[in-house]
């Protein structure tokens, strides 16, 4: 992918030098960013323009809308990314999303717009965005080396952050000028151009059907908007894949009680920015925007941080219950802001360095179902999250509820750091827990494994990490 006169230490950032990635990148930035300005542009519409005292309820619900197909539709997405061209699907998306804001922007321009049709339309984006999202997880290894895995991973993860910040920024400016017509005609622009963009990439043939070493440099291009003709290898139920992964079973049900408490900053803030700053659309962005410009900038240097994944994601988790503290304390825009900068860098750290872990561990063959059940499970209390708090911010203070995120955290953050005591990469007395940087590997008798050795059985079948020296300077690290 790198021009062979390039020196490997200042090889161009991976969206430069690899053009197919770099646009459906740009593509997911774009719908992540229309489906961010949405939520945050209606949610202060509900709370700002419409809804009187139970505005914390109405963007409660708008939010639970916007991540239910995530959990519901788990088995269906898992079954279309296996089954379906990866191009054909990240383009339908789009596609759809494009479509459905249309809609809602000419339903909005036409006449007064029922809160039924917001909600309708934020569960018609989810939709698509469920789709989307997992399928591009799944799709790296088609677009990208091996080597550069680990850095596709965080200019993917990092889109959420562009998108919060972006849409962020947006959202609440516009819906204060334009109202929804005008957000929403955005967001179709928005999909538009992804669904375009995505149409102009080629995607190389997937690990199935390439060379017996599984190298991505085996493949060919190829025109997946047709079928592949090979016959799908054989793959588990969501149920036995978990139960042949129970590290990773663990740690995302940590971070699933984990989402509980964080993702409710979503429906707090417009709150908090309402009942505690008086503030206005502009605070909401300013404040929104902090939280994604943390996450970009946690997402470009996570992987510099040292430590087992476990380790980082603990000290992370704390951070962000003491960061999450900080506006039940000090009710003064900037400290929060600073707070939110914290906890975004946490959640973009804690991105980068458990998915790139789950990309390695998790076998090829059974990676469009766990990725469609990552996105489920963590996915899982966050409409759970958006109906309590929001119920919870119409009879306690927005401050008690930043506290209540903040002590949620705690138990969180401890179960994740023992881990690493219950799984081993073996049965092996004194072996080094599974998710131990490959350079710290270390048998029963004290000397240190190659990547190649790992001997834990999920790690069998996937990809050896790299060392950290193969990491592009001047990219995403």
């Known amino acids: 992918m790198s021009t062979p006169t390039a020196s490997p230490g200042r090889r161009p950032p991976l969206v430069l030098r690899n053009r197919a990635f770099g646009t459906v990148w740009l593509g997911q930035v774009l719908t992540q960013a229309g489906t961010r300005m949405f939520q945050v542009g209606t949610s202060w519409w509900l709370i700002g323009h419409v809804a009187s005292g139970d505005g914390g309820f109405a963007a409660g619900m708008l939010m639970a809308l916007s991540t239910l197909p995530a959990v519901a539709l788990a088995p269906l997405v898992a079954r279309a990314i296996a ?32 809160v039924v049709a917001v909600y309708a339309a934020a569960l018609a984006l989810a939709t698509c965005q469920a789709f ?90 190829v025109d ?55 503030g206005d659309g502009a605070t909401v962005s300013l404040l929104e925007a902090s939280l994604g410009l943390g996450t970009l900038i946690g997402s470009f240097t996570g992987a510099r941080v040292p430590g087992r994944p476990t380790a980082v994601g603990s000290a992370c988790l704390g951070a962000m219950a003491l960061a999450l503290a900080v506006p039940g ?36 063959a059974d990676k469009p179902a766990f990725f469609a059940v990552m996105q489920a499970v963590l996915g899982a209390t966050f409409p759970v999250a958006s109906l309590l708090f929001g119920l919870l911010g119409d009879h306690l203070s927005a401050r008690t509820l930043c506290l209540i995120q903040a002590a949620g955290l705690v138990p969180a953050a401890l179960a994740l750091l023992l881990l690493p005591r219950r799984y081993r990469t073996s049965d092996a007395p ?4 599974v998710d131990a940087p490959e350079a710290e590997r270390e048998t029963a008798d004290g000397h240190v494994t190659r990547p190649e050795a790992a001997d834990a059985p999920e790690a069998e079948a996937a990809t050896p990490a790299p060392p950290a020296s193969t990491t592009p300077a001047g990219g995403t690290r």
Not at 95 to 113: E, F, H, K, M
Not at 329 to 356: D, H, N, S
Not at 430 to 433: F, H, K, Q, S
Request: with cysteine; net charge neutral; hydrophobic share 55%.
């Open 83 to 114: 089954r379906r061209s990866h191009r054909s699907l990240l383009r339908g998306a789009a596609a759809g999303a494009g479509t459905a804001a249309a809609v809602l922007a000419g339903w909005a321009a036409a006449s007064d717009l029922p």
């Open 132 to 221: 989307f999202d997992p399928c591009l997880t799944t799709s790296v290894p088609e677009l990208v080396d091996d080597e550069d895995i680990e850095a596709a991973t965080g200019f993917e993860l990092s889109t959420q952050s562009l998108a919060s910040l972006g849409g962020a920024l947006l959202g609440a400016l516009v819906v204060d000028g334009a109202g929804v017509a005008g957000l929403a005609a955005g967001c179709a622009v928005a999909y538009g151009t992804a669904a375009v963009l995505i149409t102009t990439v080629r995607f190389r043939a997937p690990a199935s059907v390439e060379g017996p070493a599984g190298n991505a440099d085996a493949g060919v291009d």
């Open 224 to 278: 997946t908007d047709t079928e592949t003709a090979a016959a799908p290898a054989p793959r588990r139920t969501l149920r036995r894949i978990l139960g042949r992964l129970p590290y990773v079973r663990a740690i995302l049900l940590c971070f699933t009680a984990a989402n509980l408490f964080t993702t409710a900053v979503f429906v707090v803030m417009p709150l908090y920015t309402a009942k505690v700053l008086h």
């Open 329 to 364: 304390l000090i009710a003064a825009w900037p400290v929060i802001a600073g707070a939110l900068l914290v906890t975004g860098w946490c959640v973009g750290v804690i991105g980068v360095r458990f998915v790139a872990l789950f990309q390695r561990l998790v076998p090829a």
């Open 430 to 433: 004194g072996a080094r827990p």
